[in-house]
Nanobody, 124 residues
């Protein structure tokens, strides 16, 4: 089970940190991903990291501004979002899939578990 939190209203240029708390003792064996869905648009990949956190990937639109991380001891994944833009406004979802390879995944259907979403609104 995944529980996303940390969303809110922020001005353009500001920062937010999203958290995704996972239940279960095998969190460290899961790839964690973040996706977002803006109003009227399809869900899109934002960032992901491998089970160890050593391998990460980002959408071009957030590269250099967002950072994904994880604390396996706390069974929590994070998405640090800096230099936010109005176009970052969306509901953000965390997702997980078991994998002990060094891979991470960018497509929603590759994930088995999803959090409920947290709304991020960036005002101009």
């Amino acid at each position: 089970q995944l529980q996303a939190s940390g969303g809110g209203l922020v001005q353009a240029g500001g920062s937010l940190r999203l958290s995704c708390a996972a239940s279960g003792r095998t969190f460290s064996s899961y790839v964690m991903g973040w996706f977002r869905q803006a109003p009227g648009k399809e869900r899109e990949f934002v960032a992901a990291n491998s089970w160890s956190g050593d391998s990460t990937g980002y959408a071009d639109s957030v590269k250099g501004r967002f950072t994904i991380s994880r604390d396996n001891a706390k069974t929590t994944a994070y998405l640090q979002m800096n230099s936010l833009k109005p176009e970052d406004t969306a509901v953000y979802y965390c997702a997980a899939v078991w994998s002990r390879s060094s891979r991470w995944f960018t497509r929603g259907y590759e994930y088995d578990y999803w959090g409920q979403g947290t709304l991020v609104t960036v005002s101009s």
